[in-house]
Every structure is written in structure tokens, then in C-alpha cells.
């Protein structure tokens, strides 16, 4: 079955960095669009940014310039480089795969919160 896995949350202070992974399995990882999506308490979920299958990239604009998307298909797995990080960045993180041809699955999240 297919399964995402995300990885790489944690606390971290204003200004700082994290990296989060999502790790593919049981699906053609190259034949997907990879997204991070983010919900706070309270609040809608909300995609941040998109790697599509040739690697092209689209961001919302409250993270442009400081977040990176990308993707390694040799080990099915993408990427969200987060730097500059600011408090309403707190959130937990989806990743979710949506197939060119079909499929759309979601991972479990992980909590990502910017505090000092």
C-alpha cells in the first residue's frame, strides 16, 4: 500500500532552519506532484509549496524566498527546506503526492513550531 512519510520537525527558534523530509513508498514516485501543505490550530490547511514531476516549483507567497521544495526520485523521496523560519510558520506539515494519471495520498504530518 502506498504510505508517506514525513520526517523532520521539531522546535526551533525564530530565524532558524529545519529541513523536512517525506519519504514514498508503494506508488511510481515519478509520476506524482509532491506538495507540503501546513494547518495551525484553528485555521484552514494551506499549501505551501509544490514540486510537480519534472520538478518545477510553486510557492505560496508567505514562504517565497525562504522556503525550497525539491524532490529526489532515486529515493522517492522530497524535501522542504525552511529557513528564515517565523512564528506563524507554526504548524503541523503534510506532505501530499498527487498522481499525473490518478491517486492522491496524504502522510501523518509532523509538527514543525518556531518559539523561542
Known amino acids: 500500500q502506498v504510505q508517506l512519510v514525513e520526517s523532520g520537525g521539531g522546535l526551533v527558534q525564530p530565524g532558524g532552519s529545519l529541513r523536512l523530509s517525506c519519504a514514498a513508498s508503494g506508488l511510481q514516485f515519478n509520476f506524482y506532484y509532491i506538495s507540503w501543505y501546513r494547518q495551525a490550530p484553528g485555521k484552514e490547511r494551506e499549501l505551501v509549496a509544490t514540486v510537480t514531476s519534472t520538478s518545477g516549483t510553486n510557492y505560496a507567497d508567505s514562504v517565497k524566498g525562504r522556503f525550497t521544495i525539491s524532490r529526489d526520485n532515486a529515493k522517492n523521496t522530497a524535501y522542504l527546506q525552511m529557513n528564515s523560519l517565523k512564528s506563524e510558520d507554526t504548524a503541523m506539515y503534510y506532505c501530499?503526492?498527487?498522481?499525473?494519471?490518478?491517486?492522491?495520498?496524504w502522510g501523518q504530518g509532523t509538527q514543525v513550531t518556531v518559539s523561542s
Open positions: 501530499n503526492a498527487a498522481g499525473i494519471y490518478s491517486g492522491n495520498y
